[in-house]
Structure formats: structure tokens, C-alpha cells
């Protein structure tokens, strides 16, 4: 079946700066994104989500932009902090279930 | 709210034997609950979609056979692992839903770690 991939594996960003992830899906029938962040040795943890029907949405320090024409998604952090650290996932919903991306693992730089 | 726990949180076997694991929603009724399995460095892989009161749907490739699921009630979930060997060796981790048939809305449990010797 069709699946979600990230961009770039590792992203390392001074703390207080910005961090932007990004994600590339393929399954256009997608209606709704999430992103994930997960510590080491445990679940993941809901950060956003968004629906297709928008392109932009914004939480606490972190914004997601969709972008349906090229089938991208991206997650910015703003002032980035050592608790940033973690790997960081895209999902998508179709289907009735979710799938993954590769995953990028951040690393926040004192 | 919206808490999802999962038992126990790491378990070590023998190859050969079976391992049971938990997942429980503490304040929500979870109508769908969902089975992941996660390698190390690697990404969540959905294993299985549970219905409280009827069988599980697996995903291709995963054998139902050796992972038998239960939702016997609309609070848990269990995941049998059976005739384990060391490839099985992974991270599994369950999410519960409360809305039916949906799975916009997954809460997810801490993981157990299952380590097949």
C-alpha cells in the first residue's frame, strides 16, 4: 500500500532557534495528518493535526503546513528546546487507518 | 483524559513461549482499538485493527495465527504473541479509539518492549 515518507532522517538545531520537518505523502486520498513526537522508549504523543481541507494550522509553538499540490507536509517549531529532543512522525488517515512516516529524529544543540 | 495503558511495559521470554500483552483505555470506551509493532530506528508498522466484539483485521503480511487479538470489552485489548522467537523482538504498541469504526482519533499507550531470548 501507499505510505508516508519523511524527508530527512536527522535534523539537529540550535536550541532557541526555529526547527521545520518536513513530510512527503503519496496516498492523495488522505483526508487528515498528524503529527507525533516520540521519546525514547515510549508512545507516541500527539503534537497537531490538520485536515485536507485546510493548509495551514497553528498549536503552542508549533504550526503544520499542508500543501495537497505536491502532496507535503511540515511541521515548524518555534524556539526550539532540549525537551524538542525527540523523534518526530507524520501519519496520515486513510483508509480507516493510519500510516507512518520514516520518522526524523531531532536534536536540540545547547 | 484519554489515557491508554498497556501491561507489562517490557517482558522477556524464552523462544518458544507465548507472551500475553495488555492494552487498556482507563477513561474512555474504546470501540476500535489498533496493534503496532516498531523495530528499533524504524517507524510504527500497524499490525491488526480490533472491534470490540469481533474479529480483528490484520494487515497483509501479519500472521494472525501468531498474533492472536482479543477485545473482549470496550476497555481492552490483548495481544498474544505466540510461539515467540527472537525476530519478534520489537516494540509494540496499541492505540484505542473511542469513536467507532474511525481512526481519527487514536490515543496511544506507552509501548512494551518484548525481548525474545
Known amino acids: 500500500g501507499e505510505s508516508v515518507g519523511l524527508h530527512l532522517p536527522t535534523l539537529s538545531v540550535q536550541e532557541g532557534d526555529n526547527s521545520i520537518i518536513n513530510c512527503a505523502y503519496s496516498n492523495s486520498a488522505s483526508d487528515y495528518f498528524i503529527w507525533y513526537k516520540q521519546e525514547s522508549g515510549k508512545g507516541p504523543q500527539f503534537i497537531i493535526d490538520i485536515r485536507s481541507n485546510m493548509d495551514k494550522r497553528q498549536g503552542q509553538r508549533v504550526t503544520v503546513l499542508l500543501n495537497k499540490t505536491v502532496k507535503h507536509l511540515s511541521l515548524q517549531i518555534a524556539a526550539t528546546q532540549p525537551g524538542d529532543s525527540a523523534v518526530y512522525f507524520c501519519?496520515?488517515?486513510?483508509?480507516?487507518?493510519?500510516?507512518f512516516g520514516a520518522g526524523t529524529t531531532v536534536t536540540v544543540r545547547a | 483524559g484519554a489515557v491508554v495503558s498497556q501491561h507489562p511495559s517490557w517482558v522477556i521470554c524464552k523462544s518458544g513461549t507465548s507472551v500475553k500483552i495488555e492494552c487498556r483505555s482507563l477513561d474512555f470506551q474504546a470501540t476500535t482499538m489498533f496493534w503496532y509493532r516498531q523495530f528499533p530506528k524504524q517507524s510504527l508498522m500497524l499490525m491488526a485493527t480490533s472491534n470490540e466484539g469481533s474479529k480483528a483485521t490484520y494487515e497483509q503480511g501479519v500472521e494472525k495465527d501468531k498474533f492472536l487479538i482479543n477485545h473482549a470489552s470496550l476497555t481492552l485489548s490483548t495481544l498474544t504473541v505466540t510461539s515467540a522467537h527472537p525476530e519478534d523482538s520489537s516494540f509494540y504498541i496499541c492505540s484505542a479509539s473511542p469513536d467507532p469504526l474511525s481512526s481519527y482519533e487514536q490515543y496511544f499507550g506507552p509501548g512494551t518492549r518484548l525481548t525474545v531470548t
Open positions: 501519519a496520515e488517515n486513510g483508509d480507516y487507518k493510519l500510516s
